[in-house]
């Protein structure tokens, strides 16, 4: 199995930028895909964002494409999400996903996860 730890998240104003990072460890990174996904209070987990296990091919959720960007470094079994423009809309815990099965944008596809890292984005 794998352990992933979010971290980055914070607080910054409508407009800003964060970019968070997911820290892998134990089996070998590369034969994960993943992603990463948001909740807000009361809501459901939502899918933002998905990489291929070797980085060659992103998905992104319609209401972030164009403003966050997710990439991997398989050297430093690190995925990261840049946030830019970000919305108070954004606000929510983000959580990192790892997965063996087809690329997928529902969280039953991801077999680990950490623990969330809190984005806040005040107007």
């Known amino acids: 199995q794998v352990q992933v730890v979010e971290s980055g998240g914070g607080l910054v104003q409508a407009g800003g930028s964060l970019r968070l990072s997911c820290a892998a460890s134990?089996?070998?990174?590369?034969?994960?895909?993943m992603a990463w996904f948001r909740q807000a209070p009361g809501k459901d987990r939502d899918f933002v964002a998905a990489?291929?296990?070797?980085?060659?091919?992103?998905y992104y959720a319609d209401s972030v494409k164009g403003r966050f960007t997710i990439s991997r470094d398989n050297a430093k079994n690190t995925v990261y999400l840049q946030m830019n423009s970000l919305k108070p809309e954004d606000t929510a815990v983000y959580y990192c996903?790892?997965?063996?099965?087809?690329?997928?944008?529902?969280?039953?596809?991801?077999?680990?996860w950490g623990q969330g890292t809190q984005v806040t984005v005040s107007s």
């Open positions: 990489i291929t296990r070797d980085g060659g091919r992103t």
């Open positions: 134990g089996r070998t990174f590369t034969i994960y895909h």
């Open positions: 996903a790892a997965g063996v099965s087809a690329l997928s944008d529902h969280p039953a596809g991801y077999d680990y």
